[in-house]
């Protein structure tokens, strides 16, 4: 079965430290997504690759780094961790496919920065 | 702005159903889907509509007015197992470009 595995699925991080969260998909679907989730607000666009070797900027980057060094495994890198990004992180996977593009979610990182 | 509005909580009682709103205020469309999210869970993809009307798919059936920037998700036969937070999310252009709303925490009681 198609699967979205994340790890670690809860961390707490000290601010200014590096949190490396990572991203593997079976699905073998070209493009990949990082979302952030807080309460009040929709998910929101971190980072999204098409493909190995390719990362682009969502919606709210700041802060956030993304590498894709291979189809099945995509990472998301905050170099230097502060409170504000206290929150759960989803990735997802999606095939780009007609129009229904049906996304395919990990079960989420709960961040905790103190 | 551009936006995707949900109520926030809906509440309903076990074997009726329950209909919950999205309305859009967007620059473009090219779909718009719905999630369900259990508490602690991922969203996981219950249907997508790009055409007016409505679209029967059983136990869930959506709706959909592009002129009114409107959708709703309806659930019939409600269980409690359908307690969870429904997303709407629209698609604005190519694969990535998203707008989701906040959701709408749908609550269930005997």
């Known amino acids: 079965e198609a699967a979205v595995t994340q790890s670690p699925r809860n961390k707490v991080a000290v601010t200014g430290g590096k949190v490396t969260l990572s991203c593997n998909q079976t699905?073998?679907?070209?493009?990949m997504y990082w979302y952030r989730q807080d309460t009040g607000h929709g998910l929101r666009l971190i980072h999204y690759s098409y493909g190995a070797g390719s990362t682009e900027k969502g919606d709210i980057p700041d802060g956030y780094k993304a590498s894709r060094p291979s189809q099945e495994n995509f990472s998301l890198i905050l170099e230097l961790a502060t409170p504000s990004q206290t929150s759960v992180y989803f990735c997802?996977?999606?095939?780009?496919?007609?129009?229904?593009?049906?996304?395919?979610f990990g079960a989420g990182t709960r961040l905790s920065v103190l | 702005g551009q936006g995707v509005e949900q109520p926030a909580k809906l509440m309903s009682v076990e074997g009726t159903f329950a209909r919950v709103n999205c309305t859009y205020s967007?620059?473009?469309?090219?779909?718009l889907s719905w999630y369900q999210q259990r508490e602690g869970q991922a969203p996981v993809f219950l249907s997508y509509v790009v055409l007016d009307g409505l679209k029967d798919s059983g136990h869930f059936s959506t709706f959909l007015s592009r002129s009114n920037g409107y959708s709703y998700l309806l659930l019939t036969e409600l269980q409690i197992k359908d307690s969870a937070s429904y997303l709407c999310a629209v698609r604005i252009g190519s694969n990535y470009q998203l707008i989701w709303g906040s959701g709408t925490k749908l609550i269930i009681k005997p």
């Open positions: 967007t620059s473009g469309f090219n779909g």
């Open positions: 997802a996977s999606g095939d780009g496919q007609g129009g229904q593009n049906t996304l395919y």
């Open positions: 699905n073998n679907h070209n493009n």
